[in-house]
T-cell receptor, first 112, second 116 residues
Framework: GEDVEQSLFLSVREGDSSVINCTYTDSSSTYLYWYKQEPGAGLQLLTYIFSNMDMKQDQRLTVLLNKKDKHLSLRIADTQTGDSAIYFCAESSYSSASKIIFGSGTRLSIRP | DTGVSQNPRHKITKRGQNVTFRCDPISEHNRLYWYRQTLGQGPEFLTYFQNEAQLEKSRLLSDRFSAERPKGSFSTLEIQRTEQGDSAMYLC??????????????FGPGTRLTVT
């Protein structure tokens, strides 16, 4: 079945770049997403990429997609304390366009 | 319009009681989704509406769960005879259905259910 996996924790120094990695199994994935969840808040859609793209950049965020290896990454440049949150990788496909399959989330912590 | 809203934000109930949650989507969005999130996990899909029609239901949605969207606007999720395993955050999301945009789901803050 569909599965999305990501590491549970990442710690980076303030000002460095953060790279959060994700792998997925559904070869028919059409959209791949990164969501951010802060304590007590809902999920915030950060960015998404179509499966026919290999890169998308949006200000400090860079998404890289390796469709052959089913690997997605999110790079956050110049990481700030406000970037501390849980980041969820997710995917959806045309076969079931209504639902998004989420990973378990990567908790990003920033150290001074 | 400030986004998807959900009420209540927190609900504590005793096992065996019924609970109902409400979701108000972004006004121009005709797709509405319910997810459940347990501690340390990502959200899991429960069900989905296109306007007032419920088009997909997850296997996670047991017979004790029912969702409605009677006028194609707000939606309710009812859990009957709650069990402790129902304790979770229940998230609602909405999305437009314009071509190329259907993938964008916008989430509400969630309703945290605690069953004692």
């Amino acid at each position: 079945g569909e599965d999305v996996e990501q590491s549970l924790f990442l710690s980076v120094r303030e000002g460095d770049s953060s790279v959060i990695n994700c792998t997925y199994t559904d070869s028919s994935s059409t959209y791949l997403y990164w969501y951010k969840q802060e304590p007590g808040a809902g999920l915030q859609l950060l960015t998404y990429i179509f499966s026919n793209m290999d890169m998308k950049q949006d200000q400090r965020l860079t998404v890289l997609l390796n469709k052959k290896d089913k690997h997605l990454s999110l790079r956050i440049a110049d990481t700030q304390t406000g970037d501390s949150a849980i980041y969820f990788c997710a995917e959806s496909s045309y076969s079931s366009a209504s639902k998004i399959i989420f990973g378990s989330g990567t908790r990003l912590s920033i150290r001074p | 319009d400030t986004g998807v809203s959900q009420n209540p934000r927190h609900k504590i109930t005793k096992r065996g009681q019924n609970v109902t949650f409400r979701c108000d989507p972004i006004s121009e969005h005709n797709r509405l989704y319910w997810y459940r999130q347990t501690l340390g996990q990502g959200p899991e899909f429960l069900t989905y509406f296109q306007n007032e029609a419920q088009l997909e239901k997850s296997r996670l949605l047991s017979d004790r769960f029912s969702a409605e969207r009677p006028k194609g606007s707000f939606s309710t999720l009812e859990i009957q005879r709650t069990e402790q395993g129902d304790s979770a955050m229940y998230l609602c999301a909405s999305s437009p259905s314009s071509p190329g945009q259907y993938g964008e789901q916008y989430f509400g803050p969630g309703t945290r259910l605690t069953v004692t």
